[in-house]
């Protein structure tokens, strides 16, 4: 249903930096660089899936109602996720564990990251 989505952002240099570390555990690679944009996507993607867009003192985080869940391959790729991002200055707002109200087997992290944006990494281990 959705091809990609875009973020704004406040810094893009350390919006790039941040997510190159978070995402990297989850298998996602930066295939975007632009003055004013990064993207990133599984390896050979040819267009990015989730992208970060300067918007300098325009960037807005949509509060509690919108939050972006990553899939991660393994509880591994969910912990090291939060770590990286708890390392680099997010706020945590969930540490890995399994959440059952979600879902059988649904084991994720909660984040809030530099501009305030809500992000999730998640691995559905039972289907």
């Known amino acids: 249903m959705i091809d990609h989505i875009s973020v704004g952002v406040s810094d893009l240099a350390r919006a790039a930096a941040f997510y190159d570390a978070v995402l990297e555990p989850l298998g996602y690679v930066r295939v975007l660089t632009h003055e004013r944009a990064m993207g ?3 390896p050979g993607a040819k267009d990015e ?12 985080a ?7 869940a ?5 509880r ?5 996720f939060h770590a990286a991002a708890i390392r680099l200055g997010a706020t945590d707002e969930g ?15 909660f984040v809030r990251d530099l501009d305030g944006h809500r992000i999730e990494a998640v691995v559905h281990e039972a289907r």
């Not at 591994?76 to 090291?80: D, N, Q, S, Y």
Request: aromatic share 14%; hydrophobic share 50%.
């Open 95 to 109: 540490a890995p564990g399994l959440r059952p109200q979600h879902g059988e087997g649904y084991y994720a992290a």
């Open 49 to 60: 899936v989730f992208a970060v867009l300067f918007a300098g003192d325009r960037a807005r």
């Open 76 to 80: 591994e790729g969910v912990e090291a």
């Open 40 to 42: 990133w996507a599984l």
């Open 62 to 68: 949509f509060g509690d109602g919108m939050h972006i």
């Open 70 to 74: 990553f899939a991660a391959p393994s």
